[in-house]
């Protein structure tokens, strides 16, 4: 099935640091989601957004709604170890109950 | 809050045989899904209900799949008769607004 384009696909990076991830789409979206995924368990819902140029912030998290509505970019500040795991963006076309199309993922490690 | 429940957790089975993966939604979340995703991937849809009914089940691979949300609460996902290619987890989502789609832990099948 169609996935949207995640970049970069895994990063390592030291505890502190600032991370920053976007998705990529031929199409436009009206919607963005970013979700966390950690081994074993389901994604969870980090942040929506639902406007083009939104920006919105979820503690360290902050999301943005790009402004062609073709792409999204997520950024984490100040890591913590627990930010480790699986981060998938997620688009849907148009507005209402239908599906989501997700991204390839960023894996995000924590060099100690 | 609950969040959505799945059961089992992992289940092993012999190719050939039946599976049947259960499916509670957050509560008064009329909007229940079913993803697939495999090994570094995504969740890939599978069906979309809207209460009772599946509004979008083009991605249910039908000679072998099915599933039921008969009450428009819980639900059943059924692999009848399962193959090698079936091994993956498979995800529950529900939502009851546009987009903002929360997940179960979901459930990972090894076909042997």
């Known amino acids: 099935g169609q996935q949207l384009n995640q970049s970069p696909q895994s990063m390592f990076i030291q505890e502190g640091e600032d991370v920053s991830m976007n998705c990529t789409s031929s199409?436009?979206?009206?919607?963005w989601l970013w979700y966390k995924q950690d081994p074993g368990e389901g994604p969870v819902l980090l942040i929506a957004?639902?406007?083009?140029?939104e920006l919105t912030s979820n503690g360290r998290l902050t999301a943005q709604f790009g402004i062609t509505r073709k792409d999204s970019f997520l950024n984490i500040s100040a890591s913590i170890p627990s930010d480790v795991g699986i981060y998938f963006c997620?688009?849907?076309?148009?507005?209402?109950?239908?599906?989501?199309?997700f991204g390839t993922g960023t894996r995000l490690t924590i060099i100690p | 809050e609950a969040g959505v429940v799945q059961s089992p957790r992992y289940k092993i089975i012999e190719k050939k045989q039946p599976v049947a993966f259960w499916c509670n939604p957050i509560?008064?979340?009329?909007?229940l899904y079913w993803y697939l995703q495999n090994l570094g991937q995504g969740p890939e849809l599978l069906i979309r209900?809207?209460?009772?009914?599946?509004?979008?089940d083009s991605q249910l691979p039908k000679d072998r799949f099915s599933a039921e949300r008969l009450k428009g609460v819980d639900s059943t996902l059924k692999i009848q008769p399962a193959e090698l290619g079936d091994s993956a987890v498979y995800l529950c989502?529900?939502?009851?607004?546009?987009?903002?789609?929360?997940f179960g832990p979901g459930t990972r099948l090894t076909v042997t």
């Open positions: 989502a529900s939502s009851a607004e546009p987009a903002a789609q929360y």
């Open positions: 509560s008064g979340h009329n909007t």
């Open positions: 957004l639902y406007k083009a140029g």
């Open positions: 209900y809207e209460n009772e009914e599946a509004v979008d």
């Open positions: 997620a688009g849907q076309p148009n507005f209402g109950n239908e599906k989501l199309t």
């Open positions: 199409s436009i979206f009206n919607t």
